[in-house]
T-cell receptor, first 115, second 114 residues
Framework: EAQVTQNPRYLITVTGKKLTVTCSQN?????MSWYRQDPGLGLRQIYY???????DKGDVPEGYKVSRKEKRNFPLILESPSPNQTSLYFC??????????????FGSGTRLTVV | DQQVKQNSPSLSVQEGRISILNCDYT??????FLWYKKYPAEGPTFLIS?????DKNEDGRFTVFLNKSAKHLSLHIVPSQPGDSAVYFC?????????????FGTGTRLQVTL
């Protein structure tokens, strides 16, 4: 089954304790992206990656890092989490842009709480 | 600055009736528009898209209309079913030459009542 897998689904952590949210896709997609969803703000892009070793900032990159060492994996790293990073996070992937827009495939989400 | 706006946070419709969800945008460089549906505890799932060169796209019960002069699009669901109850996100795509960047609206929660 074609899918994007995020782990963990739920995470409660303390301020300053480094954490990583993993994302993996099995569709051989070049493009991967991280979003956060907050009430009243919709989905905002954090970082994206065009391909292996190619990453760039989205609209809200502060406090986050990413890496793309393999095509299938795109982990999101919070080096020193703060309470304002409490949010619902989604990873997404898509094939290269060709023809009509088919949309992204999203993971099931990771609900992060930073206390 | 919100480039994609969904001004109605929620909408309630009776089963069998038409649901109309609206979305406005400000960026003239958007070349595709998409609708996503999201159930609780799941990721958004792609529903339907439309190119900026078209004004209508239909897929079964779902039709998206685009009015470029008004920078407005809408999603029509006919007939509405209880399983359509979800949050709907409007998204707009801008091709930067290397990537298609999606900008999302804030979402509209649709409730289809019996």
């Amino acid at each position: 089954e074609a899918q994007v897998t995020q782990n963990p689904r739920y995470l409660i952590t303390v301020t300053g304790k480094k954490l990583t949210v993993t994302c993996s896709q099995n569709m051989n997609h070049e493009y991967m992206s991280w979003y956060r969803q907050d009430p009243g703000l919709g989905l905002r892009q954090i970082y994206y990656s065009m391909n292996v070793e190619v990453t760039d900032k989205g609209d809200v990159p502060e406090g986050y890092k990413v890496s793309r060492k393999e095509k299938r994996n795109f982990p999101l790293i919070l080096e020193s989490p703060s309470p304002n990073q409490t949010s619902l996070y989604f990873c997404a992937s898509s094939p290269p842009r060709q023809g009509p827009m088919a949309g992204y495939t999203f993971g099931s989400g990771t609900r992060l709480t930073v206390v | 600055d919100q480039q994609v706006k969904q001004n109605s946070p929620s909408l309630s419709v009776q089963e069998g009736r038409i649901s109309i969800l609206n979305c406005d945008y400000t960026n003239s460089m958007f070349d595709y528009f998409l609708w996503y549906k999201k159930y609780p505890a799941e990721g958004p799932t792609f529903l339907i898209s439309i190119s900026s060169i078209k004004d209508k796209n239909e897929d079964g019960r779902f039709t998206v209309f685009l009015n470029k002069s008004a920078k407005h699009l809408s999603l029509h669901i006919v007939p509405s079913q209880p399983g359509d109850s979800a949050v709907y996100f409007c998204a707009a795509s801008e091709y930067t030459g290397t990537a298609s960047k999606l900008t999302f609206g804030t979402g509209t929660r649709l409730q289809v009542t019996l």
